[in-house]
């Protein structure tokens, strides 16, 4: 049995033990075969009263340094890194469907070992900043399924150090798309279920009109029902505020019972409809417990392209969805493709983004915000009883550069450790080499 102590950290707010902030008690963590045993103070000394032999146990003083679960980017798409620079991929306009032709129009050469090369240096850019769990989309617009090929070996080779779900997701539409042999987009995703998907996609904004994205959001409610699958939809992202399959897919979620399985990301349309509308449908989504994947810096980005001034946010009401009860995690959705021309994995910036543009500032929010990268992203994701820093759990967390998550957020903190199932996959160390006395404070 191998056991380690990690002592003296500050446990962030929001997680079982919590610490506030820099003055309150810090934590010992006690981890035995890579699984949480015991988190509480002064543990060495209670292990040495008991009688444990401490030259056994592996000891890590954490130096007052603040701890949480592992970063979830619940909303990615690793097929797509890196493509920006294609020939014929540039995104001109940079709007949303642009890109999605630009994509269409460049990805035919694509093959497995390209596509798990690019995705590799863009999970290590994610790991490198503490994220440890990822929803990835792999387009299976394409008859020969070659993202998703690619994905689930990844996800396969990879699984001892990151955790990967993949969602089979028709980027050129369920109905709209038509394949060489007349295979539909709603064919495409249910061989990919049938391959190992773990999630059910769909992008009913982009289907060539209404009926046909109305039909796709009962698909992929009856392929979730048929293959005990989660679902993850590309929904409403646009500014249009009569675009509302939102609600026809928390309904018919609901009706299903597995409300809670189902995300809806992006619902940029969100941000464009009026109160009555929102405030309404809320009843629906807290009933149905539907979780939501934002993408604040894509979508920035990306929306608001037909306004002049005043000129659209493009992000869904984190801030009322959150007051309402309604689970929101974050995504960086991309890394310099079509769509997006930046994007490094690192998720704190991302919390950053969603925080200005919600309006997310009071004290207390800031204190709390911890929670989208960590517990609502494990919501997102259906992970329940296997995350958490709690007894009997996985040893997986990871050690930021800060000693509360106030001045966490505040400074856009580094993550100097990650661990996972007790195992350090890094240690970064952080020092500035200066005579000037100033900078040493």
Known sequence: MSTQLFTNAHIA?????????????????????????????DLTDRLSIQGKDMSTVEVTDLEGKLVCPPFCDTHLHLDYVFTARKPGAVNESGTLFEGIQRWSETKSD??????????????????????????????????NLTSLKALLELKEELKDTVTLQIVSFPQEGMYSY????????ADLVEEGLKMGADCVGGIPHFEQCREFGERSMHTVVELASKYDKLIDVHCDETDDPNSRYLELLSALAYRAGIGARTTASHTCSLGS????????????LRAAHINFACAPTENLYLQGRQDTFPKRRGITRVKELTEAGVNVSLGQDSMQDPWYPLGNGNMMLILDYMLHLAQMMSFGEIDDALKFLTVNGATTLGMHDAYGLEAGRPANFIVLDASSVFDAVYER????????DGRTLFIRNESIDTDLALLKR
Do not use: W
């Open 13 to 41: 707010t929001g997680m079982p033990g919590s610490t506030a902030d820099e003055t309150a008690p810090v934590q010992d963590i006690l981890v035995e075969d890579g699984r949480f045993v015991e988190i509480a103070p």
């Open 110 to 143: 694509l093959t497995v070992e390209e596509i798990k090369e690019r995705a590799k240096i863009g999970i290590a850019k994610e790991m490198r900043h503490g994220v440890q769990f990822i929803r990835s989309h792999a387009d299976v617009t394409d008859p």
């Open 178 to 185: 038509e394949g060489p042999k007349g295979e539909s987009g």
């Open 273 to 284: 409809a009026d109160n009555a509308y929102f405030f309404h449908l809320t009843k629906l």
């Open 413 to 420: 903190c580094s993550v100097l450790r990650s661990v996972r």
